[in-house]
């Protein structure tokens, strides 16, 4: 099945710098790619959604400055955390979308655990 | 604002036991439903999905949608301590569209 990959799965960055993670469909053309952040014991909340080749839509609150969003091919988006916080210390997922959609239309990668010191 | 609701737990059954797990969505306009379920630390895993009124049924799975109450749920027969994680109630008005997902239940299946 549609795979995607996702990297790092742990990182843990000081205070003021940037973290970049990678998310890429290894078997498929992820046409739209969905980022979610997740707290300890709280949903998957929805960041911003992005589509190969264009600009990524941010939900609201989400400061499109501080995370960085690129779906420059159909096989890779990256999330850039920039100038990290501690409160930005969280769990990314990203979800993928491939072109034949359908019950499994969307596949997460294995998730990165942001650890901001 | 589009939510979904579900009761965070912990749901407490004893193996073999069927466990009920329920969601509302407030989006009359929703069109997808799906399960996921997710182990601490790890990402989501599809369970099911329904998009019609009336059960649907996956070994031992079945999810059950009615529309007309918004209200989506899973059971599961045979609850095995493997079982024990958070199930996420998800939704979307669109194929395509991002999931909009509930808080999660947290299921301890006891041996």
């Known amino acids: 099945g549609a795979v995607v990959s996702q990297h790092p799965s742990r990182v843990i960055c000081k205070s003021g710098t940037s973290v970049k993670i990678e998310c890429r469909s290894l078997?498929?053309?992820?046409?739209?790619m969905f980022w979610y952040r997740q707290f300890p014991k709280q949903s998957l909340m929805l960041m911003a959604t992005?589509?190969?080749?264009?600009?990524?839509?941010?939900e609201q609150g989400v400061e499109k400055d501080k995370f960085l969003i690129n779906h420059a091919s159909l096989t890779l988006s990256t999330l850039t955390v920039t100038s990290a916080h501690p409160e930005d210390s969280s769990f990314y997922i990203c979800?993928?979308?491939?072109?034949?959609?359908?019950?499994?239309?969307?596949?997460f990668g294995s998730g990165t655990r942001l650890t901001v010191v | 604002q589009k939510e979904v609701e579900q009761n965070s737990g912990p749901l407490s059954v004893p193996e073999g036991a069927i466990a009920s797990l329920n969601c509302t969505y407030s989006?009359?306009?929703?069109?997808?439903f799906f399960w996921y379920r997710q182990y601490s630390g790890k990402s989501p895993e599809l369970i099911m999905s329904?998009?019609?009124?009336g059960d649907k049924e996956d070994g031992r799975f079945t999810a059950q949608l009615n529309k007309a109450s918004q209200y989506v749920s899973l059971l599961i027969r045979d609850s095995q301590p493997s079982d024990s994680a958070t199930y996420l109630c998800?939704?979307?008005?669109?194929?395509?569209?991002?999931?909009?997902f509930g808080k999660g239940t947290t299921l301890s299946v006891s041996s």
């Open positions: 989006d009359r306009g929703s069109q997808s």
């Open positions: 979800s993928a979308r491939d072109r034949t959609g359908g019950d499994y239309g969307y596949t």
């Open positions: 992005s589509n190969e080749g264009s600009k990524a839509t941010y």
């Open positions: 329904i998009y019609s009124n």
């Open positions: 998800a939704v979307n008005d669109q194929a395509g569209t991002a999931l909009i």
């Open positions: 078997d498929f053309q992820a046409t739209t």
